[in-house]
């Protein structure tokens, strides 16, 4: 937008958002101000990510209970402002209680979450606050209308119920969790720090510390609740100024209790320090961490993830193949593929399955029951299956069942938006590049070798950069490299060696269970 908008009232915003083209993608970062580290992460990759970055500021009155500290809440508006622009933001919204509640709040619609989800954990002890959270989050969803929206994992249960009210209300909001940003001791950051003398603030590390030990144990095998939550009262019973609210081993969605750890796990803890109530949580994952490859065409992403997928032992995830299948499934049944609305509909009704246990060899596809390994692979097939990935109903409906498919976790997939937009918790995101002209080269040597010459090197280059750029330009899930994700050119290196890179990453950088 090039400007930075200070805004307060939903009429200056709704003329400052109707001004972007439909191209481009708005992140939105809500927030109650007294902006801290944890904010900005947030701040930072969404301004990485998105085109438009809207920040709102509101202390929501909803959401604090009556003996709470809605009145003392730190409020650092100036401050948060200059760090809003220092950081990038395009428009930080900052509504008062009367523009987003001009008849009050005695009266309001409210947005009644699932009671599962509301009244464990903090709902115990702080009833309603939840309906708070979520009718004002619902509210800046719509005003603001994002194609993004993040959010912290440090209030896991907040994140759990946003999450179920999008899906429950089918807003298309794509909600990102960002990693909770903790000071150099351990303590996880929050506008609420503020209210800690020093010896407060040396008894709310216990948290963070029992959660810490919890890891340790967990990495060493122990997975029950009993096991896990042990320790952490063990810890605790150290620390005798700090009042327990809770400490539980629950189900990151769902919030049920879990007996056991099959897959992943979250742990949450609250409690008191003096009059302060602080939370923490840590998300204990059994499951395979995801890798996920992005690039340009051809970086030699999918010869590349295939072998690192073979070397790894995770699933090949051929993300290339689903498309084609869905490709060839319109043209079988003479669908114009200009026909947007038709083509899916058409597709929602396909049943995709794949198969990849052979690494050497392309993975098998299932369409509606009917195999298509080869059929998809046809020059038909190949010049259309662009045009029909680039359509926005056929990527969700490809990366709602992408997303399924690696719900547990041991998949390796290769594309453009797997780490920005399919995989967005992915635990290793690789963004493999070459040079224009290295690419155009090695697909020229590639065609030469298929006796198919038609197209000389610098038509390949043009093809390429015109590619890059469309790539760039689709208004579904945009190409751009992952805020999180390590860059390898590989225009002086051989496959091996990139695979060898990858597979040490993966291993080295993330815990094994
Ligand atoms: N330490 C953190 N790490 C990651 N995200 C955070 C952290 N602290 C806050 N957030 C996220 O920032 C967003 C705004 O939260 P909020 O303004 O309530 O800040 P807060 O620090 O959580 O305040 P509070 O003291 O009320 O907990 C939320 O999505 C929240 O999860
Ligand atoms: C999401 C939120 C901004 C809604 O007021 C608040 O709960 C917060 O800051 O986490
Ligand atoms: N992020 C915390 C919101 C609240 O405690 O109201």
């Not at 193949?321 to 597709?347: G, H, K, Q, S």
Request: with cysteine; glycine share 6%.
């Amino acid at each position: 937008m090039g400007m930075f908008y200070c805004l307060s009232t939903t009429a200056g915003l709704q003329a400052a958002l109707g001004t972007l083209s439909p191209a481009t993608t708005l992140g939105f970062v809500p927030t109650m101000g007294a902006l801290h580290g944890g904010h900005v992460a947030l701040i930072q990759r969404a301004r990485q990510e998105c085109d438009v970055v809207v920040v709102s500021i509101f202390v929501n009155p909803l959401q604090f209970g009556p003996q709470e500290d809605l009145e003392r809440y730190p409020r650092t508006l100036e401050a948060d402002t200059r760090l809003c622009q220092e950081l990038g933001v395009d428009v930080l919204f900052v509504p008062d209680v009367a523009e987003l509640y001009p008849r009050g709040m005695e009266t309001l619609t409210l947005v009644e979450p699932p009671r599962e989800l509301t009244e464990r954990l903090c709902g115990r002890s702080r009833p309603g606050h939840f309906r708070g959270v979520a009718t004002v989050v619902l509210k800046l969803l719509h005003l603001v209308q994002p194609d993004r929206a993040y959010f912290g994992q440090k209030d896991a249960q907040q994140l759990a119920i946003i999450r179920r009210c999008v899906a429950d209300l089918n807003l298309e909001v794509e909600i990102i969790a960002c990693p909770i940003v903790r000071d150099a001791d351990g303590l996880a950051l929050s506008s609420r720090n503020q209210y800690l003398s020093e010896g407060d603030r040396a008894t709310a590390l216990a948290l963070s510390q029992s959660l810490e030990i919890a890891t340790a144990a967990f990495r060493q095998g122990c997975f029950t609740a009993s096991d896990l939550l042990a320790p952490i009262h063990n810890h605790l019973r150290q620390f005798p100024q700090l009042r327990l609210d809770y400490a539980e081993l629950v189900h990151p969605q769902t919030l049920v209790p879990l007996e056991r750890i099959e897959t992943v796990g979250l742990l949450a803890i609250a409690g008191w320090v003096g009059q302060t109530r602080l939370i923490d949580n840590c998300l204990l994952d059994r499951r395979l961490p995801i890798l996920a490859v992005d690039g340009p065409a051809g970086a030699g992403k999918s010869t590349v993830t295939r072998r690192a997928a073979q070397a790894l032992g995770l699933q090949y995830l051929d993300t290339g193949a689903m498309y084609r299948a869905v490709t060839w499934w319109c043209l079988e049944n003479n669908l114009d593929l200009r026909d947007e609305p038709a083509v899916v509909e058409a597709i929602a009704h396909c049943q995709l399955r794949l198969e990849s246990s052979d690494p050497h060899q392309p993975t098998r596809v299932w369409i509606n029951d009917r195999e298509v390994s080869q059929a998809i692979r046809s020059l038909e097939v190949t010049q259309r299956v662009s045009q029909v990935a680039a359509l926005r109903g056929v990527r969700r409906l490809m990366v709602r069942q992408q997303r399924a498919i690696g719900a547990n976790g041991g998949i390796a997939a290769e594309g453009r938006d797997i780490g920005t937009h399919v995989f967005p918790e992915a635990g290793l995101k690789i963004f493999l590049t070459a040079s224009p002209a290295e690419r155009a080269q090695r697909r020229w040597q590639e065609l030469q070798q298929q006796g198919q010459c038609d197209l000389s090197y610098e038509e390949l280059l043009a093809q390429i950069t015109a590619r890059d750029t469309a790539d760039q330009q689709r208004t579904y899930a945009p190409f751009r490299k992952a805020a999180d994700a390590i860059e390898i050119c590989t225009d002086n290196l051989g496959i091996d060696e990139v695979v060898s890179k990858i597979v040490h990453l993966y291993r080295s950088r993330l815990p094994q269970p």
